[in-house]
């Protein structure tokens, strides 16, 4: 399967957000012709770290090279300067851009993911418009999503690399602040936290077994199955964290592969 099937353009976006102004990094297909899907693709990066630009070494790249797709990637607030809820309010605010300019953008349909933090901002903008009646999203794509501020079994004494306990704490500590010493933590910020999730998207998501967020991401789909969402989550051997990003290796490649697979409704059946 060929991950080349569009050849695609950027361009930069400065958009309205609580921090005033935003940049979006747009990706499109050089030769856009009628509607297509609309990814908000998020970066990873602790909630402490990364930039809009990472959005070429993603999966939300991959989805739009193989089926044709615009994809936004927010140059959201990071939590060393500004710790939650400005991420997830900058990315809120990417969400209704895109809903509010489907026709200047050529979208008919609105995807999220995101891949660790990321995936973490991608289910909290899920759950948000959920909570608030729309933008409607067709499909939610959280890949090993950093989603619970408590340890679980998997997050506990993990010494893998590139993310461990000790920097998984450190990450929480810098995004919740002192709503962590308060531990009065609302679910937008820390999304493992909802119990209800009925009405939901559709759900896709990967991850290994021996990573950090194994455990959190193994709960997030099984409760989305409880309230009958349509959910699906492939597991694969080994404690790499981000190892998708290896794309020479077989485990990536195969990783991809599936996702691709998995996507593809969603991509070519229109609404």
């Known amino acids: 399967m060929s991950f080349e099937a569009y050849h695609l353009k950027s361009r930069k976006q400065m958009i309205d957000s609580p921090g005033e102004k935003m940049k979006l990094l747009i990706l499109s297909p050089k030769e856009q012709s009628g509607n297509l899907p609309g990814i908000l693709w998020i970066h990873g990066g602790g909630y402490s770290t990364g930039m809009a630009s990472l959005v070429h070494f993603s999966c939300g790249k991959l989805l739009a090279r193989r089926y044709g797709a615009v994809v936004c990637s927010p140059g959201y607030r990071l939590s060393g300067t500004a710790p939650y809820p400005a991420a997830f309010d900058?990315?809120?605010?990417?969400?209704?851009?895109?809903?509010?300019?489907?026709?200047?953008?050529?979208?008919?349909?609105?995807?999220?993911?995101?891949?660790?933090?990321?995936?973490?901002?991608?289910?909290?903008?899920?759950?948000?418009?959920?909570?608030?009646?729309?933008?409607?999203?067709?499909?939610?794509?959280?890949?090993?999503?950093?989603?619970?501020?408590?340890?679980?079994?998997?997050?506990?004494?993990?010494?893998?690399?590139?993310?461990?306990?000790?920097?998984?704490?450190?990450?929480?500590?810098?995004?919740?602040?002192?709503?962590?010493?308060?531990?009065?933590?609302?679910?937008?910020?820390?999304?493992?936290?909802?119990?209800?999730?009925?009405?939901?998207?559709?759900?896709?998501?990967?991850?290994?077994?021996?990573?950090?967020?194994?455990?959190?991401?193994?709960?997030?789909?099984s409760r989305l199955l409880k309230f009958n969402v349509k959910a699906q989550i492939d597991v694969y051997k080994g404690s790499f964290h981000a190892f998708d990003m290896l794309l020479f290796t077989r485990k990536a490649k195969m990783a991809r592969h599936k996702l691709l697979e998995a996507c593809m409704p969603y991509f070519t059946d229109k609404e």
């Open 90 to 221: 900058d990315c809120c605010s990417a969400l209704l851009y895109m809903d509010q300019n489907r026709e200047a953008l050529g979208i008919d349909r609105l995807i999220v993911g995101g891949e660790s933090a990321g995936g973490g901002l991608a289910a909290a903008v899920c759950l948000w418009a959920r909570d608030r009646g729309g933008p409607k999203i067709s499909l939610e794509l959280p890949i090993y999503p950093m989603l619970d501020c408590e340890d679980t079994i998997s997050s506990r004494d993990n010494r893998s690399f590139p993310w461990n306990t000790k920097r998984n704490h450190r990450g929480w500590a810098r995004y919740l602040g002192s709503l962590l010493e308060t531990g009065d933590i609302p679910t937008y910020a820390s999304p493992a936290r909802e119990m209800n999730l009925s009405d939901m998207p559709p759900c896709y998501t990967f991850v290994t077994e021996g990573e950090p967020f194994y455990e959190e991401t193994k709960t997030y789909v």
